[in-house]
């Protein structure tokens, strides 16, 4: 359904976006990652046409976003960043608004209004102005405003931003039960959020993909991915260390844990190990009283950390 | 056809968003007290012992609307671009120009509104004595258009920032200027320079010389092919700026 190739935006002699290519097909939910500032909401900028790309292109299912804006956009929900709504209309004026540039009216429109107001839980404020509104419903006004023509492809930025862990909850929820018949495409800077919702994720750092794939093929990036803690009693680390280090499925030890005679020890595994390194552990360290022995699965914050922060790290060294 | 829907559909909120909030009524009210004022008060409408309104009532309208037109413009795209808005407006499936010509209409009808709630001037003339009714409605017509022309100049310079305030000032001085080209003391020092075509160029940009022709009942299609010029220029301006801002 969308369909991203080169995209590039410069702000000045910023490259905000450069050389973005990836798509979402129906039924995935893709989730943007990515530090503060790395280019998320310039790239969703561009796609939902808000922004003009300075290079490269993007279609909404067929339709080029610059050749035929109005199409594309068509096939569009958009829940822009910080959800801005009309602050001098009720909830009700403005989702009659929205669906009503949306091409629908009469009936239509007012099914729509009631399905969103209904899916979103805005009955109690329907008729308050948004400009009172607390920062969750007007979140979820703004939100309903995006599925209100029932779209095809939905862009979220940010959707879950500001909200408390209910409302995060519930957001996450729809967005999963949507993403079943529509392409999705969500920024977070939340990892917990990748999992939860994503089919697929993307991390962007400085305008550039930097890891493309499913949440698990991602952590199997991590050093974590198949290593294994273990914890020992009565023996002393160095012994410890030095019997794994002569497995040779191990690539690296590190002592985590040293205390009145219980040691913990962390082991990676050399590539290719593929989840063999616990067993080949179990065997080393058989002669010792095993007090746990666990094979750790990769962890997204780490991928995210060593792929994202080199880069944040020179930066700061400059 | 499907254009002009969306186009309504615009207006009809920006329409809705004025008399959501206070400065609606507060903008008519002090607009038919000013002219309630100077036509009575300042403008000697019953010294002149004429069934007229050109003098006392018109000839205020280029000076309340350099004041309160670029109030009721300011917010037109200052406010969206605030609060965000303008995001979600220039992403739905319309184009910028549907955005454009539906705000400037929904203000420009709002002044029209302003404009025929001061009825009770024309009911009052009508009833001490027997003017010219043509030439009231081409004038009311000219007031309309004038009021049109200073709102597209609002509108560039509400594109232009997200502060109101900012929008606010430097309409009114862009509008003082179209103002000012026409105004007789300026005319004069500029015939001091002895040169008719500087003083007939700097004039053909005034407000007041168009304006003039419609006080007298003269349709002119000059002086309506100005204001609409202004009108469009002004409004092909906002679309440039709205794209040129987006594009960084």
């Not at chain 1, 091409?103 to 008729?127: I, T």
């Amino acid at each position: 359904m969308i369909k991203v190739q080169n995209l590039a935006k410069v702000f000045g002699t910023k490259r905000a976006v450069d050389d973005v290519s990836f798509s979402v097909g129906r039924g995935e939910v893709l989730g943007f990652l990515g530090p503060n500032g790395a280019g998320k909401s310039t790239t969703i900028r561009m796609i939902t046409g808000f922004l003009p790309p300075s290079g490269g292109t993007a279609t909404v299912g067929g339709f080029d976003i610059v050749e035929e804006p109005i199409q594309a956009r068509r096939l569009i929900g958009y829940l822009p960043e910080n959800a801005p709504a009309y602050t001098d209309m009720t909830v009700h004026g403005f989702l009659k608004f929205t669906a009503e540039i949306r091409g629908l009216r009469g009936d239509a429109r007012k099914k729509a209004v009631s399905r969103v107001v209904e899916m979103c839980f805005l009955e109690a404020v329907l008729h308050q102005s948004v400009e009172t509104l607390s920062k969750g419903f007007r979140h979820r006004t703004c939100f309903a405003q995006s599925i209100i023509h029932d779209p095809d492809v939905l862009v979220l930025d940010e959707p879950t931003d500001g909200l408390d862990p209910n409302q995060k909850h519930e957001v996450r929820q729809l967005i999963r039960r949507m993403g079943e018949k529509k392409a999705i495409i969500f920024s977070t800077h939340i990892l917990e959020e990748v999992d939860a919702v994503c089919s697929r994720a993307i991390i962007i750092d400085r305008g550039k993909i930097v890891a493309n794939g499913t949440p698990q093929e991602l952590r199997q990036k991590s050093e974590w991915a198949g290593a294994v803690t273990l914890r020992v009693k009565g023996v002393a680390s160095s012994a410890v260390t030095a019997k794994l280090y002569q497995v040779p499925l191990v690539k690296r030890v590190t002592v985590v844990d040293d205390k009145g005679g219980h040691v913990t020890v962390r082991a990676f595994p050399k590539s290719g190990a593929n989840g063999a390194l616990a067993q080949a552990i179990g065997e080393a360290a058989h002669d010792w009283q095993i007090e746990q022995l666990q094979a750790e699965e990769g962890r997204l914050d780490e991928v995210f950390r060593s792929i994202t922060m080199p880069d944040t790290a020179k930066e700061v060294a400059q | 056809m499907n254009s002009w829907r969306n186009v309504w559909t615009i207006t009809k909120r920006e329409l809705g968003a004025y008399f959501m909030s206070p400065l609606a009524y507060v903008f008519i009210v002090i607009f038919l007290l000013l002219c309630g004022f100077f036509t009575f008060f300042v403008g000697g409408f019953f010294e002149r012992q004429e069934a007229s309104l050109v003098r006392p009532f018109f000839d205020w309208h280029p000076w309340f609307y350099l004041f309160l037109v670029p109030a009721v413009g300011m917010r037109l795209w200052a406010e969206e671009r605030r609060v965000g808005t303008i995001e979600l407006l220039l992403t739905m499936p319309i184009t910028a120009w549907q955005a454009i010509v539906g705000k400037f209409l929904a203000s420009w009808l709002f002044l029209a509104l302003a404009l025929v709630l001061t009825f009770p001037v024309v009911i009052t003339v009508n009833y001490l004595g027997d003017p010219d009714n043509g030439v009231i409605l081409t004038a009311y017509l000219g007031s309309w258009l004038m009021a049109g022309a200073y709102l597209a100049i609002s509108c560039i310079t509400s594109a232009l920032t997200r502060s109101q305030v900012v929008s606010f000032i430097i309409s009114l001085v862009v509008c003082l200027f179209l103002i000012l080209a026409g105004f007789p003391p300026v005319i004069n020092v500029l015939q001091q320079l002895d040169a008719p075509r500087l003083v007939d160029m700097v004039t053909s940009f005034s407000v007041m010389t168009h304006f003039e022709g419609f006080q007298k009942g003269v349709l002119d299609s000059r002086d309506i092919l100005f204001f609409l010029s202004v009108i469009g220029f002004s409004l092909f301006t906002t679309s440039v700026i709205l794209r040129t801002h987006r594009a960084g």
